[in-house]
Structures are given as structure tokens and as C-alpha cells.
């Protein structure tokens, strides 16, 4: 298919290498909720760093249908796992602790630099300079040995994936990803060059490169790819996830989706010529950029949904 050419030539533009480490965990410790197990892991990162994460059991035999979350930025990189969780931060942040009580197994590490990632400062404590500071150097460091951050956390990502796929509560054949902003960026790139993810839904993030540029956007640290949109925009990405489901969830003030509706306009064939055109839904709604109780609940139902359908 013309999808999984333009799926491998992207991976090999990121130099994405397909990780060797063993998909096991170490457990730090366990909390017996009424509805559901939190446990605190580490895992191995592709660099041989140490990557933090909470794993979220339902309660019951399985197997169950899995999410691997990735969190957004806010510029709050005291913030990543634990809001996902509920424990911190924005409730309309925590799509963890509500999914596992919808029967989800659920991953939610921390992105490199946030949170338990910073070299700076652990916990969720803020460091804003610092925190800045390190963020920046991890990108620029990569950039000047010819390489992108977007590398290091896709490969990261692709190891959370593995986690879950291998893990014995898990039903193999229905593992998705989800994220808002940063963490939707996150999503979009994964999900394209990952055709083992079987659903996506990215919130906050559908926005092509050319439109951020001429309307002066910020673009983050991790979209800075060297050369990349002299062949490839986001729309290449969504592309490539067809046939697989994915929901892109945009707002009318948003900055960050504010060419949602050029993005599916420009992959819709994609999904068209595999008869699934069904399979790409783009919700629009008004407002900012920020989540909302609507936006949260429709996304909850949505990967529900699409769960029981595979």
C-alpha cells in the first residue's frame, strides 16, 4: 500500500531504530484502589536511561484492551504521569484513572524531560529555568550530533507499546494511544510509524508545520526535525495510520489545530481508497486550546467504542 512506502521512508528520515530491550518493568510499588491496581514501574528508555511510568490494572481476569497516554506540555514539565493519573494537575487532564475504570489496562510514562525525567529536580516540583533549560539542551544536543528529539521520544514511546503489548492483562489486538497537545503530537507521529497500534486519538495537535510558520506558532522542541517539511507535513502522518481508526479532536481558537480541517481534507484519501473512510473522524469544536468536560467525554466514548469494535 502506498501508505507503508511513505510509513518507512518517514522512518527512516527520523532514523527510528526498532529497540532491543526486553519488555519488563520493574515495579517500585502497588496501590490496591477500590476499582482498579496503580502500580509505579520503570522501564529501560532507548538510550539506556531510566524511563518512569504508572501502569493501571482493572480489577477482573482479563485480558483487556490497553492505552498507552502520553501527556501534554503546558509548559509544566513538573507535570506527566500523574496528571494523566488524577493525582496532579488538570481533572480534564486525567484520562488514565477514567479509562481503566472502563476496563482499560493503561500506560502513562513520563515524556523525556518532565516530571521524574528532569535532571534538574524530580517529583512535581516546579523548576521553570531549569526546566527549560534541559529541555532545550536535549534538543539541541541531538540536532548537533544529526538527530531530533522526536527520535528519542518515539523510540521511548515504542517501548511503552511493547510493555503493553507483552504484558499478560493486556488483549494484544486492541492497543491504542492517546494525547493532547504535546502529547497528541506525540500520538500522531507514533501512530503513523507504528502500524502495530491498532487506534489513535489525538487531541489539540493537528497542525501542519507550514500553517505554525506563517502564522508565527510556537513549534515544539520535539517537532524540530531538520528538513522534514521539505517532504512531509502532518497530514503525511494521518496518511499513514490509515486504515486504523483515529479521532483528531481540533477547537475553532486553537492555535495548535488550527488546520485540523486541511489535515483530513488532505488524508481522507487515504482512508477512502481502503473503504474506511469512516475510520478517520475529525470532531470540531469551539473554543481554545485547553480540554474541556464535552471534549473529555467524547474522547472517553469514543476509544470505548472503537475498542469494542476491533
Not at 55 to 82: C, M, T, W, Y
Request: hydrophobic content about 35%; proline content about 3%.
Amino acid at each position: 500500500m502506498i501508505n507503508d512506502q511513505l510509513r518507512l521512508k518517514i522512518n527512516e528520515f527520523i532514523k527510528l531504530n526498532k529497540q532491543n530491550h526486553a519488555s519488563d518493568y520493574n515495579v517500585i510499588y502497588q496501590d490496591e484502589l477500590d476499582e482498579y491496581t496503580r502500580l509505579l514501574i520503570n522501564y529501560v528508555g532507548s538510550e539506556g536511561d531510566i524511563i518512569p511510568a504508572f501502569l493501571l490494572i482493572p480489577k477482573g481476569d482479563g485480558p483487556f484492551p490497553a492505552v498507552l497516554i502520553h501527556h501534554q506540555h503546558n509548559g509544566e514539565r513538573h507535570l506527566g504521569k500523574s496528571e494523566v493519573c488524577g493525582l496532579y494537575g488538570d481533572p480534564l487532564q486525567a484520562f488514565g484513572a477514567e479509562l481503566v475504570k472502563k476496563g482499560f489496562v493503561v500506560l502513562a510514562p513520563d515524556s523525556i524531560c518532565f516530571e521524574d525525567r528532569r535532571k534538574n529536580n524530580k517529583g512535581i516540583t516546579p523548576d521553570e529555568e531549569a526546566d527549560f533549560l534541559q529541555h532545550y539542551n536535549e534538543m539541541c544536543y541531538r540536532i548537533l550530533k544529526g538527530s531530533s528529539l522526536m527520535k528519542k521520544v518515539i523510540e521511548d514511546a515504542d517501548i511503552g507499546f511493547e510493555i503493553l503489548k507483552s504484558h499478560n492483562m493486556v488483549d494484544k489486538s486492541r492497543i491504542g494511544v492517546l494525547g493532547h497537545s504535546y502529547g497528541g503530537n506525540t500520538v500522531l507521529f507514533q501512530a503513523a510509524l507504528n502500524a502495530e497500534i491498532k487506534f489513535a486519538c489525538s487531541s489539540g495537535a493537528a497542525c501542519t508545520y507550514k500553517n505554525k510558520i506563517e502564522f508565527g506558532t510556537g513549534i515544539e522542541m520535539a517537532e524540530v526535525i531538520p528538513g522534514f517539511i521539505e517532504k512531509y507535513d502532518i497530514s503525511d502522518l494521518v496518511k499513514c495510520i490509515a486504515p486504523r481508526p483515529i479521532l483528531i479532536v481540533s477547537a475553532s481558537n486553537d492555535k495548535y489545530s488550527k488546520d485540523a480541517d486541511y489535515i483530513e481534507l488532505q488524508s481522507k484519501n487515504a482512508f477512502e481508497e481502503l473503504s474506511v473512510r469512516e475510520n478517520l473522524e475529525h470532531k470540531k469544536y469551539i473554543g481554545g486550546h485547553g480540554l474541556t468536560e464535552e471534549r473529555f467525554d467524547y474522547i472517553i466514548d469514543w476509544i470505548t467504542n472503537v475498542a469494542k469494535k476491533i
